[in-house]
């Protein structure tokens, strides 16, 4: 799966050092990043895993909100990882990384090894069979009982986040983004076995309307009973 190459974070390597700039002025970033922590209920026992963690903007922001958690960023991209080390060592924070494709993280990681695991502003720029390979390894790398947030372009419901959307379909191509924007994203999730699927958020932005969804990790009777 992993053969194919990734969508650079913002379309082009020869942009990627202006990614952090662009994010923050279209996307009414600290909102939505804010809502993401929030939705964690982040305590110092927790093991958060950011697939696709690009320049670590979210990964930083859950290390200070609770220094106790264990942080761990997984990105293909390694011009973005180098951004994302110089951040954290500005940040002064402990975050850990792993090169690789958000479809191979439980190779890199090991199943059942986190307790929450969240995902920020990547799927809208996979095909559809990565992104349903993303999120089955996002359900695989939870603990029975862990939860999913993920914060990315969804439905976009009216004619201005459609409008607003086609600046995301210009920079990452129309084949990868529609159907994030025709609403795939929760029927992919549940498709990978999580439980209380929801919608939690719509934040309207300049560039389309970003979703945040929530889901867990079943826990089944015998896991129930251990």
């Known amino acids: 799966m992993s053969a194919q190459s990734f969508t650079p974070a913002a379309g082009d390597p020869k942009y990627t050092k202006y990614y952090d700039t662009v994010i923050a002025l ?24 950011d697939v696709g963690c690009g320049t670590a903007s979210l990964a930083i922001r859950i290390k200070q909100q609770q220094p106790g958690a264990r942080v761990i960023g997984v990105d293909p991209d390694p011009q973005v990882l180098a951004i994302a080390r110089a951040k954290v060592r500005r940040a002064g924070v402990q975050v850990e990384f792993v090169e690789g494709m958000g479809d191979r993280a439980v190779e890199f990681l090991g199943p059942g090894m ?13 095909p559809v069979p990565m992104k349903k390979a993303m999120i089955g390894n996002m359900f ?3 603990r029975p ?3 999913l947030v993920i914060a990315d372009y969804g439905l976009q419901r009216d004619a201005l986040m459609r409008l607003g959307f086609r ?7 129309k084949r990868d983004t529609q159907p994030n ?3 795939i994203l929760p029927g992919l999730i549940e498709q990978a076995g999580f439980a209380d699927v929801a919608e ?9 309307s970003i979703s945040l969804y929530r889901a867990t990790r079943p826990v089944s009777g015998d896991e129930a009973n251990r």
Not at 200 to 208: D, L
């Open 140 to 142: 695989t790398l939870l």
């Open 181 to 183: 924007a025709d609403g």
């Open 145 to 147: 009982g862990g939860e």
């Open 114 to 126: 986190a307790t929450k695991v969240v995902s920020s502003l990547v799927l809208h720029q996979c």
């Open 167 to 173: 600046i995301v379909q210009f920079v990452d191509g």
């Open 26 to 49: 279209l996307t009414r970033e600290d909102r939505w990043r804010s809502a993401v922590i929030a939705r964690l209920e982040l305590t110092q026992d927790d093991v958060v895993v």
């Open 200 to 208: 939690v958020s719509v934040i309207r932005t300049g560039t389309g």
